[in-house]
T-cell receptor, first 110, second 116 residues
Framework: QKEVEQNSGPLSVPEGAIASLNCTYSDRGSQSFFWYRQYSGKSPELIMFIYSNGDKEDGRFTAQLNKASQYVSLLIRDSQPSDSATYLCAVMDSNYQLIWGAGTKLIIKP | DAGVIQSPRHEVTEMGQEVTLRCKPISGHDYLFWYRQTMMRGLELLIYFNNNVPIDDSGMPEDRFSAKMPNASFSTLKIQPSEPRDSAVYFC??????????????FGQGTRLTVV
């Protein structure tokens, strides 16, 4: 059973601080890694994807991938109240299937 | 493009009734996915199509669920008969590809189904 694990939270972070979201996966053959954001009552939307080991930065967001440790993370710098949402980690496995984590609820406190 | 369009947005039905959920994917996307989301189980893939052909339906809970994609611009998910445990938000998503770089899945707004 291929799995993607996330801490369900909620993760509470003060406004302006760095929010760190983590995800581990079981399939070593996984190829692509995605972070989706889902606001309450809305649909998931893609915010970052990463394919290679290391860091990938996009504005206030940085995705980090470590395939040896089977670990992917998302850092949000200068957190804003509008970042409060559930963050879903999705991993494309060796069969090109997207496996989803249960999501981490992030709360940014003003 | 207007994005992935789902209908209805909300559906309340009585146990035992047939429910049909509809989806129009983004034009040009070859992949269409049906997901179910609940608090307990998170986001679950039910079935996906490639070029209108069902590829993997192993996530379909049981025979009460069926999905069709008669053409590239339309898909349905049917539950017959519906049960209270089917209550969830059902998402349709489409993607251009699942290999290479352009693998983003675009989600519709979802259908919130309540079976009473």
């Amino acid at each position: 059973q291929k799995e993607v694990e996330q801490n369900s939270g909620p993760l509470s972070v003060p406004e302006g601080a760095i929010a760190s979201l983590n995800c581990t996966y079981s399939d070593r053959g996984s190829q692509s890694f995605f972070w989706y954001r889902q606001y309450s009552g809305k649909s998931p939307e893609l915010i970052m994807f990463i394919y290679s080991n290391g860091d990938k930065e996009d504005g206030r967001f940085t995705a980090q991938l470590n395939k040896a440790s089977q670990y992917v993370s998302l850092l949000i710098r200068d957190s804003q109240p509008s970042d409060s949402a559930t963050y879903l980690c999705a991993v494309m496995d060796s069969n090109y299937q997207l496996i989803w984590g249960a999501g981490t609820k992030l709360i940014i406190k003003p | 493009d207007a994005g992935v369009i789902q209908s209805p947005r909300h559906e309340v039905t009585e146990m035992g009734q047939e429910v049909t959920l509809r989806c129009k994917p983004i034009s040009g996307h070859d992949y269409l996915f049906w997901y179910r989301q609940t608090m307990m189980r998170g986001l679950e893939l039910l079935i996906y199509f490639n070029n209108n052909v069902p590829i993997d339906d192993s996530g379909m809970p049981e025979d009460r669920f069926s999905a069709k994609m008669p053409n590239a611009s339309f898909s349905t998910l049917k539950i017959q008969p519906s049960e209270p445990r089917d209550s969830a938000v059902y998402f349709c998503a489409s993607a251009f590809t699942v290999t290479g770089m352009n693998t983003e899945a675009f989600f519709g707004q979802g259908t919130r189904l309540t079976v009473v």
